[in-house]
């Protein structure tokens, strides 16, 4: 069965790429490459938002944990996010894709010369059939990786609502450590009830929300939570799905209802 084509933006979480013995998890990353290269040939425009520049240099450096000081957060970044993107290149280029990379500061969202600049080349990758690959530039933007307050972006989730925003795509993909949204915390609580479908963010839903699963990733469900609604208001579908099982994405593009789907009232049809 053929896909409805879609401009679809795909978030990956930093504890969905990297193993618990800190090392880079490559089946995961080539497996994802291959399901979006899949998707894109079904005649699909993809997006991919990938966290873990931090976790990948801090591996590729031999940290043993996320390192504590700024300017050593950001060193490791630059490093990391060049062998992240190394993998991506080397691995969708294997299913026939070519990648480009994107990475953004708050400046880029908030001046509207740059947020116009980025549409054109968003637009402009579309045309040459190219996946754009995004990612905050950790390197230079402290305040998120430093604090996450007083940001526009605040976190990769909020990043990739955004990115779904001003692509004006049709649904976003959030894959997490769980596979959707529990009125309680699933991995401390085995009676945890699903939430299958949520049509409004309300402040009880909020509240279900929990922290950060992993001493690498800095954000939890509640961010996601809070990427959900960015991309709500303006139409986007949004799912949260587990991403140890990436075949689910096919189900998600055929308009089933895997994980949490999120289903704004101004949604595109």
Same mark, same amino acid.
């Given at each position: 069965?053929?896909?409805?084509?879609?401009?679809?933006?795909?978030?990956?979480?930093?504890?969905?790429?990297?193993?618990?013995?800190?090392?880079?998890?490559?089946?995961?990353?080539?497996?994802?490459?291959?399901?979006?290269?899949?998707?894109?040939?079904?005649?699909?425009?993809?997006?991919?938002?990938?966290?873990?520049?931090?976790?990948?240099?801090?591996?590729?450096?031999?940290?043993?944990?996320?390192?504590?000081?700024?300017?050593?957060?950001?060193?490791?970044?630059?490093?990391?996010?060049?062998?992240?993107?190394?993998?991506?290149?080397?691995?969708?280029?294997?299913?026939?894709?070519?990648?480009?990379?994107?990475? &953004?500061?708050?400046?880029? !969202?908030?001046?509207?010369?740059?947020? %116009?600049?980025? *549409?054109?080349?968003? #637009?402009? @990758?579309?045309?040459?059939?190219?996946?754009?690959?995004?990612?905050?530039?950790?390197?230079?933007?402290?305040?998120?990786?430093?604090?996450?307050?007083?940001?526009?972006?605040?976190?990769?989730?909020?990043?990739?609502?955004?990115?779904?925003?001003?692509?004006?795509?049709?649904?976003?993909?959030?894959?997490?450590?769980?596979?959707?949204?529990?009125?309680?915390?699933?991995?401390?609580?085995?009676?945890?009830?699903?939430?299958?479908?949520?049509?409004?963010?309300?402040?009880?839903?909020?509240?279900?929300?929990?922290?950060?699963?992993?001493?690498?990733?800095?954000?939890?469900?509640?961010?996601? &939570?809070?990427?959900?609604? !960015?991309?709500?208001?303006?139409?986007? %579908?949004?799912? *949260?799905?587990?991403? #140890?099982? @990436?075949?689910?994405?096919?189900?998600?593009?055929?308009?089933?209802?895997?994980?949490?789907?999120?289903?704004?009232?101004?949604?595109?049809?």
């Amino acid at each position: 069965m053929d896909l409805l084509k879609r401009r679809i933006v795909v978030k990956v979480g930093t504890t969905n790429i990297m193993r618990e013995n800190r090392s880079v998890n490559l089946n995961r990353l080539d497996k994802l490459a291959r399901v979006l290269s899949d998707a894109k040939n079904m005649g699909n425009e993809i997006v991919l938002v990938s966290s873990g520049a931090i976790a990948v240099g801090s591996n590729k450096l031999g940290f043993r944990e996320r390192p504590r000081e700024l300017r050593i957060k950001q060193a490791v970044a630059a490093v990391g996010q060049l062998e992240l993107m190394h993998l991506y290149e080397k691995l969708f280029a294997e299913y026939g894709q070519t990648v480009g990379q994107i990475l &953004l500061t708050d400046e880029d !969202v908030k001046s509207e010369q740059r947020r %116009e600049n980025l *549409i054109r080349t968003f #637009d402009a @990758l579309f045309e040459l059939g190219v996946i754009p690959v995004v990612n905050e530039n950790d390197s230079v933007s402290s305040v998120e990786i430093e604090t996450g307050h007083n940001k526009i972006l605040g976190d990769n989730d909020t990043l990739s609502a955004i990115v779904a925003v001003l692509c004006k795509a049709d649904k976003l993909i959030l894959l997490s450590d769980v596979d959707k949204l529990y009125d309680c915390d699933p991995h401390s609580n085995p009676n945890a009830k699903p939430v299958n479908v949520v049509t409004e963010i309300t402040s009880a839903l909020r509240e279900m929300a929990g922290g950060s699963g992993s001493g690498w990733g800095t954000g939890g469900m509640s961010t996601k &939570l809070q990427a959900a609604e !960015v991309a709500m208001k303006s139409g986007v %579908e949004v799912t *949260i799905t587990d991403g #140890d099982h @990436l075949e689910r994405i096919y189900d998600i593009l055929e308009g089933c209802t895997v994980g949490t789907r999120f289903v704004p009232t101004n949604r595109k049809d």
